[in-house]
């Protein structure tokens, strides 16, 4: 008895120590640095472009229907936004306050399913110290928000066993997780149809059905609402997307077959020091029998299968199930090293990391990827009246990363050119006098050629103010 109240009292005290160590952690260093161009920027234009018009229902990106992603992380950073400013850091805070409540929800359920709190404990420093998930926590991105509401609809999932009005939290939390990421999220209705099947568990079909039309009504009506004020132009647009990003051919042709290879190796690539003890509790829960765990299984392969069988092989598609992950590597820890040495472990390493922590909150690394853009951005807004563009020029590439950072960091819609017909055209037509080109094309195509200011050099590019 007193063994036992012991090892309940460590954990609550883990559990406050972890649950602290992770705030920190999470949310001091992202107070420095920038945001990287493609994802991160790409989000923000879109939740700034909502603060900015007062309108939450049509999103727009560089002066267009923003048809990529459900809006539900820009409407979380607009409403950020609209509290405490427009910045780099508000920015990155909902994914790194939905990183720590996943880490905190990830403890819960390990203890819900396994019926020890230690192993819960365990889940949340393997999810904590897993270095691919702590590094989306800092960016403004989906894929850690999309892992807390994917985390959440299965934590509400296993509460419907005793009542089955939580049915309707794991729809709302699904919907939540289709308005975020969109595809991603129909692996949630999977895994809950193969848990009924594989657990042998009877549904309360009522309560099922309804949190069905829950998670599926909120993203059908936002597509019919495109639908019906774009109708073509956002078929065309959302295929186009669908092809480059899901469905489109690979090349060469046989990688559409090796997606599964690929997600194995990076996973074995990255996911250490903790690979081997969920491999191990893989194993301990299917020799186990025990059919509370067997939804850890079916999340793990749902999720795995659904990224496979698309075109893009990015590991940080794989996040939400990185939980599942988690509490199947503290299933393996107690499995195969017995709990006073674990245990023993955590004492020595608790304030080690606690000293690490608080050295990274106080010294963050500085990450600068915007250092080109952002005094370019800030002038040639500066130079170019409201509701003129900016026309936009890098050798041709199509470097969105660039663009995103441009409407991010400035004030005014790109005119984006990507070819050197594309580019004369421009000149020729002169609707915009304020270019941005790289260096080489400045050289070739303005120093001393057309009449002009430099408004502003950084890096690689120069802004430059055509004569009237």
Known sequence: MFDQQAKTLNTRFYFGVFAVLTAIGFLAPIRVGDLPGYDDARYTVVAKQIVLSGDWLNTQYNGAPDFEHPPLLEWIQAAFFSVFGVSDFVAKVPSALLGLGT????GWLARRLTGDPFEGILAMFALASSAYFVKYTARAMTDVPVTFFFLAALCAWSLTEEYPGWYLAAGAFTAMALMTRGL???????IFGLDLIIARRRPHWGYALAALALAILPLALWYWRLIHHYGQVFFAAHEAWLDREAFGALSPSWRRYTGLFEYVFMLAKSYWPWLPFAAAGMVCVVRGRQRRLYVLLIWFVVVLAMCAAA???????????YPALSILTAIGLVALIPVRFIQKGLRFATPVLAVGVLAIAIFPPVIHHASEIQPIAVAATAVTPSGERIAFYDQGAPLYDEVNQMLWYGGREILFLLSPGELEKALEARKTRVFVVDDATYQARFSSRIGHEIVAKAGHLVCVRLSP
């Open 103 to 106: 880490v905190l929800l990830v």
């Open 184 to 190: 991603i999220g129909f692996a949630l209705p999977a």
């Open 311 to 321: 075109k893009s092989r990015v590991l940080r598609y794989m996040l939400p199930a």
